[in-house]
């Protein structure tokens, strides 16, 4: 059974860059398409963009121009960069499995604030 | 602004059997399948129907899907105080090279 575990810092400074990592086990990095969702608080849930084991990509284009999200195989690891935050971006950051988002990470609350 | 509309509340006393509607157009609804999530406060969202009306293991049969044209349904019978939950749809979204989805969510409350 696949398991995500997120990692990554819960304050981001405005004008810097957010950068969250999601950690796989119980199952193979391979053949998955793996995404980012954010959840302002409050609020409802918005797709960031997946990747796909291979490395190809697609992401919101509300958000394109400033996201990146890259695959690391050999750690079994899926990471979201995010640059020129804003308090906007503050919100529960979730990685998710596959086309169906089964299942999801534990969320990470990240704040951008000075 | 969310492009699939939900409504915001909905609310059952215990043993009815409620729906909660998810409202889309030709490039989401009404070409890809939909899928809807449970969420409590403070936990992760939680698969609970997939490909329009199908159950992931571990899901009671309580809760079914449905899809027509541009519109789908979750439907929950024997409603139980613990499906107080949000619960959102979700669907492909064929527009602007392709992209994910949301409805706003509906807060369902157990009387």
């Known amino acids: 059974q696949v398991q995500l575990q997120q990692s990554g810092p819960g304050l981001v400074k405005p004008s810097e860059t957010l950068s969250l990592t999601c950690t796989v086990s119980g199952g193979s990095i391979g053949s998955y398409y793996w995404s980012w969702i954010r959840q302002p608080p409050g609020k409802g849930l918005e797709w960031i963009g997946y990747i796909y084991s291979s490395g190809t990509t697609s992401y919101n284009p509300s958000l394109k121009s400033r996201v990146t999200i890259s695959v690391d195989t050999s750690k079994s690891q899926f990471s979201l960069k995010l640059n020129s935050v804003t308090a906007a971006d503050t919100a529960v950051y979730y990685c998710?499995?596959?086309?169906?988002?089964?299942?999801w990470g534990q969320g990470t609350l990240v704040t951008v604030s000075s | 602004q969310s492009v699939l509309t939900q409504p915001p509340s909905a609310s059952g006393t215990p043993g009815q059997r409620v729906t909660i509607s998810c409202s889309g157009s030709?490039?989401?609804?009404?070409?890809?399948?939909v899928n809807w999530y449970q969420q409590f406060p403070g936990t992760a969202p939680k698969l609970l129907i997939y490909s329009n009306n199908e159950r992931p293991s571990g899901v009671p049969d309580r809760f079914s899907g449905s899809k027509s044209g541009t519109s789908a349904s979750l439907a929950i019978s024997g409603l139980q105080s613990e499906d107080e939950a949000d619960y959102y749809c979700a669907a492909w979204d064929d527009s602007l090279n392709g992209l994910w989805v949301f409805g706003g969510g509906t807060k369902l409350t157990v009387l």
């Open positions: 030709s490039s989401n609804i009404g070409t890809n399948t």
């Open positions: 998710a499995t596959g086309r169906r988002f089964d299942p």
